[in-house]
Each structure stands twice: as structure tokens, then as C-alpha cells.
């Protein structure tokens, strides 16, 4: 195992009802800017459930926050914070909502020059305002993290940053906003959590078994209790252990001491900021040729994940793997999401953009860092 320090100092405020506690963890006399995305917490009753809680504060309403929330809606809501002297955040709907809300956290209180810098070149965030969070849609894990992902529509550009600083003061999940979730974004849920699970567990091994075996065991949970989920959105004791799920799949756990992947994740944001993609079918995408092109660098972590998670043990080392990438892709397949480029209109000509752009921007991808334009080429030519 390296070496490594692990701190997440993220209260999470877990349970049925429990959006009743928000206005009690955020410090008296606080003026709060109650950040919402495009009007769901109005029709699934957790916008008057938070106003409740929250009477007696000052707040004012920011609205709007698109899905991959865009860098131009997140300068406007940096001026509201500004011009009145907002001291809180709150970010009450999903990880688009929460990680737009960082940005704004860090953005206001940014003193080297434009913030866009935060995402382009991961200028340091050396404050940001407090944040609380009401979590609406599991998936991001951005509710017990200190990432975000932002894009910006001008230049069709999709950049993350990751801070200490703008990771949540409290996190509110109640399973029960669950059940006004749409099919589709319960599997983007479900297949964005595993796929954080796998950035972190499908590399080398280090001799990490804790790391490894709290992976396979949020893997198994997904694959048990995803499908719940899906049947029966009342099911709350399912709602509830995926809810946890995807928290734990991207708190910082399960990657403290092991390499990490991510390219996944990088070539697919990439998807998105081109063809509007929603991120979870991107991985979905994008995963498996993955699996398949790193095999030999990965042979032993997927040859284990292969065992442990999907049962196979028969067969030759390749027959194996090829097994457990099937399986991989069977699940997605199975939560309604399909696996393909054609799938979603895009042809090579988008490849050729993509890679055009890694081949400018010059860094590599990957656990080892080896993935180039050329490799990042033949894995998205494999999935048309
Ligand atoms: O905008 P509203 O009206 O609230 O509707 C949203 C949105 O249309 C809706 N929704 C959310 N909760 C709902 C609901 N509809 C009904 N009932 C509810 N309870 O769902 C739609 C999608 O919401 P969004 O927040 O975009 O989804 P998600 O949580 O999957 O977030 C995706 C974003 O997170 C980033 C992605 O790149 C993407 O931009 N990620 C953030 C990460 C992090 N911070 O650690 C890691 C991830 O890998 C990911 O990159
Ligand atoms: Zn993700």
C-alpha cells in the first residue's frame, strides 16, 4: 500500500425525514443563498421541507443551475454572493447542483485573477464560503467530497477541480427524495457510482486487501440493489442502501492508498462537453474498451473483479477477462443504458476532435500514465 493521509470532514446527516435538520447546522445569523437547479425540489416537496427548516434565516434564491452545470450561470450567482454579502451556501438538488455551488463557494472569494483559472489550470483555492448540502439524487458522491465539474458553454470545455475547502460542512441524504427520481437518472446513478468504484479498484495491485474489499463490497450492493431500485422506487430500504452506496464510492475511502485510474472519466467528459452525453452513459460507454486495451496492466485486478464480484472462475486468464467485461457490459445494458457510440449519434468525426484536443493539451492518461491521444484513439473507435 503507498503512503497516504486521509481527511473528509463532511457530517452526513443520513435517514427518512431528516431534512428537518438543515436550519440547526447552519450557524446562526448566517445569510443563505439557497442554490436549486431546474425546479424538481419544487414538485418533490424537499424545496418546503428546506424552507421550513431554514425560517428565520435571510436567504436568497438562486435557480437555474443546469445539469453539467455551466461556468456562465455560476459567474452570475458569484456576483449575487458578492453584491449581498452572502456568508452561507445551500445546495439543495444533485451533484450538478452541489458541484456548481463549490464553484461558486471557491469563485467568490478567489484574489488571483479570473476564477475560470480554478478549473483551467487548478489554480489553488486558498478559501470558500461554508457550504450545507440536501442531496436529491445519488450518484456524484460530491456530497462527501471536495470535487466538482464544471463546464463551460463558450468553449465547449468540461475541467474539474478538487479542494479541501469546498467540501461540504454537512450533507443531508434522506433515501425518500429517491422516489421522485426518473428511471433514467436512478441508472445514470447507479452506473456512475460503480464506475467511481472501479477508478480506484480496476489498476494494480499494491497489496491494498481493506481498499479492495470495501470496493467489491459497494460493487456487489450496487449490482443487488440498483435493480431494487429500479422496480420499485417506494422501496425504501433499497433506496436507502444505494443512497449509501454511491456516498461511499467517491468519499475518499476506498482510494486512500491504491492508484487510480480515472481516464474513464476524463475521455468521457469529453463526450458530454461535445454531444451533451449525460456523464454517467459516457462511462458507460467508455469503460469497457477501457477493460479491454489495459488488460495486460490490469489483468490481475480483473481476473480479482471477475471472481469476487461476478463469479467467474472457469477459463483461461483471457476468457476470464473477456467474461467479466460481458458482464460489465450486461449490467449497463440491463439498467436501460446503452454501451455504444452509434447509440447516442456520434461518429469518428468526433474522435478526430477529441483526440486532436488531448494531442494539444499534451498530458496522458491512466494509473500509469501511458494513455496518449493514439491509445485514447482506439478506445473510442472500439465503441463505435
Ligand atoms: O435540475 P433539477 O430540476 O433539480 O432536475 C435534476 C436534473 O434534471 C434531476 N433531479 C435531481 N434530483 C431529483 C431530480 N428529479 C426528480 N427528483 C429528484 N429527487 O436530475 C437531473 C440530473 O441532475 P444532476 O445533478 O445533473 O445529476 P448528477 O447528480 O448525476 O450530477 C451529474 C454531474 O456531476 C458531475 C458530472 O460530471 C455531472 O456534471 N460529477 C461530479 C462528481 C463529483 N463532484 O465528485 C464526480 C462524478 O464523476 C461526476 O463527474
Ligand atoms: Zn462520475
Not at 503507498?2 to 445569510?31: A, D, H, L, R, T
Not at 450567482?77 to 456568508?87: F, G, H, R, S
Amino acid at each position: 500500500m503507498y503512503n497516504f493521509e486521509f481527511q473528509n470532514p463532511v457530517k452526513i446527516i443520513f435517514g427518512k425525514g431528516e431534512i428537518s435538520k438543515v436550519g440547526e447546522n447552519i450557524p446562526v445569523g448566517s445569510k443563505i443563498l439557497l442554490t436549486y437547479g431546474g425546479g424538481s425540489i419544487f414538485k418533490n416537496g424537499v424545496y418546503d421541507q428546506v424552507i421550513t427548516s431554514i425560517k428565520g434565516f435571510e436567504v436568497v434564491e438562486f435557480g437555474g443551475i443546469e445539469p453539467n452545470p455551466h461556468y456562465e450561470t455560476l459567474m452570475k450567482a458569484v456576483e449575487i454572493v458578492k453584491a449581498q454579502n452572502i456568508t452561507f451556501l445551500l445546495s439543495v438538488g444533485g451533484g450538478s447542483v452541489l458541484d456548481g455551488t463549490k464553484f461558486i463557494a471557491a469563485a467568490a472569494l478567489f484574489k488571483n485573477g479570473d476564477p475560470w483559472q480554478i478549473l483551467s489550470r487548478r489554480a489553488p483555492v486558498e478559501d470558500a464560503l461554508p457550504i450545507g448540502a440536501v442531496l436529491t439524487l445519488p450518484a456524484t458522491g460530491s456530497e462527501m467530497n471536495g470535487n466538482s465539474v464544471v463546464t463551460r458553454v463558450e468553449t465547449t470545455e468540461k475541467f474539474s477541480f478538487a479542494s479541501l475547502k469546498v467540501m461540504p460542512v454537512f450533507s443531508i441524504l434522506d433515501p425518500e427524495v429517491i422516489f421522485s427520481l426518473p428511471h433514467k437518472q436512478i441508472a445514470n446513478g447507479i452506473v456512475d457510482a460503480f464506475v467511481h468504484v472501479i477508478e480506484q479498484y480496476l489498476t494494480f495491485p499494491v497489496n491494498s486487501p481493506i481498499q479492495d474489499r470495501f470496493a467489491e463490497s459497494i460493487l456487489i450492493t450496487l449490482i443487488e440493489e440498483g435493480p431494487k431500485v429500479l422496480a420499485n422506487r417506494r422501496d425504501y430500504e433499497a433506496a436507502a442502501n444505494f443512497m449509501w452506496s454511491a456516498t461511499m464510492a467517491l468519499n475518499g475511502i476506498i482510494g486512500v492508498g491504491v492508484p487510480q485510474d480515472w481516464s474513464t472519466h476524463v475521455i468521457g467528459h469529453e463526450l458530454t462537453a461535445y454531444h451533451g452525453i449525460d456523464h454517467a452513459r459516457t462511462l458507460a460507454i467508455v469503460l469497457p474498451s477501457v477493460m479491454n486495451i489495459k488488460r495486460e496492466l490490469k489483468k490481475d485486478k480483473l481476473l480479482q473483479l471477475g471472481e469476487r464480484v461476478w463469479g467467474i472462475r472457469e477459463g483461461s486468464s483471457d476468457e476470464r477477462i473477456d467474461h467479466t467485461i460481458e458482464k460489465t457490459i450486461d449490467f449497463f445494458e440491463s439498467v436501460g443504458i446503452p454501451t455504444k457510440l452509434p447509440n447516442y449519434g456520434v461518429s469518428a468525426e468526433t474522435i478526430d476532435t477529441i483526440c486532436n484536443r488531448f494531442k494539444r493539451r499534451g498530458y496522458k492518461l491512466g494509473e500509469k500514465a501511458d494513455m496518449g491521444p493514439d491509445v485514447i484513439r482506439r478506445v473510442l473507435e472500439s465503441r463505435l
